[in-house]
């Protein structure tokens, strides 16, 4: 189990198919609802992450554009499918 500080404004996770979420101290944070999903094509994978962060997104999944996932959805999160390091398509939920 994770403590209440673990996690906080870590690194990216290189590896595709982990979901890194991270918390926001921000007392107005960002709404990721108005987030354009996008404008992260053709970012680096790692840049992505730290951008989706900053826009008040809880949970970042980078996935290999091929990975085979459910499709459920969840509020704050944003999908990234990375292909040589960068994203080549993103998606909410």
Not at 34 to 42: P, S, V
Request: hydrophobic share 30%.
């Amino acid at each position: 189990m994770l403590s209440p500080d673990e996690g906080r404004d870590a690194e990216p996770d290189p590896e595709p198919g982990r979901t890194v979420a991270v918390m926001n101290d921000s007392p107005n944070p960002p709404n990721p609802a108005d987030d354009d999903c996008d404008a992260y094509t053709g970012l680096g994978a790692a840049e992505a992450e730290e951008r989706a962060r900053q826009r008040g997104w809880t949970t970042v999944r980078t996935l290999p554009p091929d990975a085979i996932i459910t499709m459920e959805y969840v509020v704050g999160r944003i999908n990234f499918a990375v292909k040589d390091g960068t994203v080549v398509r993103s998606w909410k939920g």
